[in-house]
Nanobody, 123 residues
């Protein structure tokens, strides 16, 4: 059974940084798209960023563009989210996800999810 395990969440003050990591326990095949999402209570889960294998293509939500960077360690099949200049509105539970579909598709079905890691940004 595929499991994705996030780590690196925590509490920081506004302007601070955190780096999230996602490590899959096992994959029947290498994913073709890896991503990060976040969710706050009472709101829908929000896509944050995605990356294709080898980092050839990265995409970001407008709300994080220029502050967050998604990257991937192809050898270890792990991916990361470097979050800089964090703001209180970035607070939420962050989930990593993986898809068999390509990141270039207009609509992506995310096949695998982690259980989330909490990020809290105080003002």
């Amino acid at each position: 059974q595929v499991q994705l395990v996030e780590s690196g969440g925590g509490s920081v003050q506004a302007g601070g940084s955190l780096r999230l990591s996602c490590a899959p326990s096992s994959f029947p095949m290498r994913p073709n798209c890896m991503g990060w999402f976040r969710q706050v209570p009472g709101k829908a889960r929000e896509w944050v960023a995605s990356i294709s294998p080898g980092g050839a293509s990265t995409k970001y939500a407008d709300s994080v563009k220029g502050r967050f960077t998604i990257s991937q360690d192809n050898a270890e099949n792990q991916w990361y989210l470097q979050m800089n200049s964090l703001q209180p509105e970035d607070t939420g539970m962050y989930y990593c996800a993986a898809a068999r579909a390509s990141c270039l598709r207009a609509r992506i079905t995310w096949d695998y999810w982690g259980h989330g890691t909490q990020v809290t940004v105080s003002s």
